[in-house]
């Protein structure tokens, strides 16, 4: 009945906040490796400009270019894993939402079967308790 179908929901919704948890943590992580690798390039980008001024050779500078280029393409990774674990923390946030709106609503439904039941039982017993005097309007 709905109170099976509010209990799996609830179940559901455990679940996904759950993932969402890791995924965020999974988020965090990317972010931080994308951080890390932006500063190495950035740092690596300042030595090779000092070396520039100081006029080391043109053999030295070629050694640099390589080396930019990957962290430029671990960069690019690293910005689509973010990107796709923003994705996965966005996706995991909706279910949560129409979970917790299921659950709104079958909270309702379940409030409105108890009264229903309630009443029918006040309708089938009110007359005989009325008898016995236990029960008045």
């Known amino acids: 009945g709905v109170q099976g179908q509010a ?9 996904i906040l759950r993932m969402r948890e890791q995924h965020s943590q999974e988020l965090a992580a990317a972010q931080a490796v994308l951080r890390e690798a932006k500063d190495t390039r950035r740092q690596c980008m300042r030595e090779m400009r000092r070396k520039q001024r100081d006029r080391f050779r043109a053999d030295d500078m070629l050694l640099y270019y390589p080396y930019l280029e990957r962290l430029k393409q671990e960069i690019e990774l690293h910005m689509k ?57």
């Open 81 to 137: 894993r973010v990107a796709a674990a923003e994705r996965k923390v966005a996706q995991k946030r909706q279910a949560l939402l129409e979970a917790m709106k299921k659950r709104k609503i079958l909270d309702k439904l379940k409030e409105k079967q108890l009264q229903a039941h309630l009443k029918a039982e006040i309708e089938k017993w009110g007359p005989i308790l009325k008898k016995a005097g236990v029960y008045a309007d």
């Open 7 to 15: 209990t799996d929901i609830d179940i559901q919704a455990r679940e």
